[in-house]
């Protein structure tokens, strides 16, 4: 019974993870060069964390200040969620690959994760018929859901990164609203239960993720 238990949460995290992750090997291959230039010039995976953190800060505050007149500043969103995966890579790759690793890492890493998802989630409550309370409940179930799946490594178990509706689904989801509205595309009024649905399936990958942390750490 208890490699079963195992055996579960392994393939959710498989199904839900396949399509967004499957381009990953590529996509650190393209930004391997990059890399090897950054550490080259003594670049350090703390500085590409913090950079994408401080850069995730600026884009939402753009487009909490002027994408309510200005849709098409709602852009800058896709744009820099692509070039955030890119610094999340990188300093992956920095850590893993040039001997970078270190606990200070692991908390910028997973903080800034979390301030970068609250600073470009939280402005897209100035689009119609989004709100605050919604895009609110949907930064505070994120933060949950990746704390959750920190403290898998408290218990003896690997970060888990089970979904649904990861940190890579929420970008590619909000990423490709931003772009629709930053085109000019109209947000039909009963889009306001988005958020919310986005909420409901956070908090069951929060349940996915200390479920399969437990069973992971008994087995």
Known sequence: MRSLIFVRPIRR?????TTLYALKPRFQALLRPLTRGLA?????ANQVTVAAAVG????GAVVALVGQDR?????LLPVWLLVRMALNAIDGMLAREFSQKSALGAYLNELGDVMSDAALYLPIAVVAPFTLLGM???VLLAGVSELAGALAAAVGATRRYDGPMG???RALLFGALGAWVGLGGAVPGWFAWLPYAVAVLIAVNVVNRVRAGVAESRS
């Open 13 to 17: 995290k498989a199904f839900t993870l």
């Open 40 to 44: 080259a010039a003594g670049i350090t």
């Open 56 to 59: 995730s800060v600026i884009a």
């Open 71 to 75: 849709p098409a500043a709602l852009l």
């Open 136 to 138: 609110t409940a949907v």
């Open 167 to 169: 940190k890579s689904d």
